[in-house]
């Protein structure tokens, strides 16, 4: 499991409150390219947003879904960007200081994608993963002011 955390100058609500807006995953999601619908209850369970991933031309089209959502503390979701594969993602956010330390936790979330998951793979994902948070920082910390 690829484990990831900063600390977010925003509070919790603020931080769920990007989080909320399945827009805003095509900018802070590190290799997202474009959000072209989401179901208008996200992100309640079970709703779900439709995205572009990739890299220059290579582009898959696919979904991530809401698993379960405990607002402001807790986001589970499970990503598909298949062939590629799948991923489980849950981001906890706990009051720290003046802010937030947010946590991510990215792991395989079908057995395909466990046989690809290992130590370099999580190295690689956590390098993304930092700078998708840097990107969620961004927006949380520009919404809060």
Known sequence: MAKTERHIYASPETIFGVLSDADSYGYWVVGSKEIRSADSDWPAPGSRFHHTVGFGPFEV???????HMDSPWVL???ARARPLGTAKV???LEPED??????MYEDAGDLLTSLVFNPITHLLVRGRNEESLCRLAELAERKRN
């Open 90 to 92: 849950r981001l906890e």
């Open 98 to 103: 003046a802010g937030t330390r947010v946590r």
């Open 76 to 78: 589970e979701l499970r």
């Open 61 to 67: 089209k696919d979904h991530t879904v809401c698993e």
